[in-house]
């Protein structure tokens, strides 16, 4: 990951309607990480490129950096220990789980905008 990254609120959790809960990507060094969309297009992208799998998809708003420390730390499926931000856009950003959610969690309440 960069060293500044900035992630803006609402972001988008893309939740499933089957046993995964979220929707997971495998990454090319065989790891697994939760899909984290930034943007409203780029989560219709997302839901379009996949329109052909049998599950549900749908995106879950996540307000604040607190909630999303919440799902990361207590929702997820097993195995997942990356996120991806915006797989699909040019300049994907991929991120160690326990390396994220201290960050989120130190984050201001009030605030919509995280760096780290």
């Not at 992630?7 to 809960?21: E, M, T």
């Not at 052909?52 to 990361?72: C, K």
Request: aromatic share 10%.
């Amino acid at each position: 990951m960069p060293p500044h990254f900035e992630l803006n609120f609402p972001c988008f959790i893309v939740r499933r309607d089957d046993a995964s809960r979220f929707a997971v990507v495998q990454l090319p060094a065989g790891e697994q990480a939760i899909v984290i969309l930034t943007d409203p297009q780029l989560v219709q992208m997302f839901l379009f490129e996949r329109w052909h799998e049998r599950s549900h998809d749908r995106p879950l708003p996540i307000n604040t950096p607190t909630g999303l420390a919440r799902i990361l730390d207590r929702h997820l499926p097993q195995g997942v220990t990356h996120v991806i931000f915006d797989p699909n856009s040019a300049k994907p950003r991929k991120v160690r789980i326990d390396k994220l959610v201290p960050l989120l969690r130190r984050a201001p309440v009030y605030s919509d905008t995280y760096d780290f």
